[in-house]
Nanobody, 130 residues
């Protein structure tokens, strides 16, 4: 089964940093745009960052701009989400997701949409203590 696997979640203090990783089992990420989403209890899943298959284009939700950075290394088949200056409202389960080729979510300023990505990981919990 083709699968994405997230890692790197855990407990971090408010103002701290954390890096999440997303790798793929049984397929290469090279041809896919990758996005990070998050979902807090009782809330809808929210797209926070998205990166093109080459890594040359990225887009961020306004809530994380300037604090989060998405990057990738196709040789390592890995995408990262570097999160700095974490706030309690960043606490959520974080998911990575893959969408084939170019997706509209990559357009600067556009909402990163769940429906544009069809392969998902199981998620990793990020907890931010105040």
């Amino acid at each position: 089964q083709l699968q994405l696997v997230e890692s790197g979640g855990g407990l971090v203090q408010s103002g701290g940093s954390q890096t999440l990783s997303c790798t793929a089992s049984r397929f290469t990420l090279n041809y896919y745009a990758i996005a990070w989403f998050r979902q807090a209890p009782g809330k809808e899943r929210e797209g926070v960052a998205c990166i093109s298959n080459s890594g040359g284009t990225s887009n961020y939700a306004d809530s994380v701009k300037g604090r989060f950075t998405i990057s990738r290394d196709n040789a390592k088949n890995t995408v990262w989400l570097q999160m700095n200056n974490l706030k309690p409202e960043d606490a959520a389960v974080y998911y990575c997701a893959a969408g084939a080729g170019w997706v509209p979510s990559l357009t600067h300023g556009e909402e990163i949409k769940v429906g544009e990505f069809d392969r998902w990981g199981q998620g990793t919990q990020v907890t931010v203590s105040s």
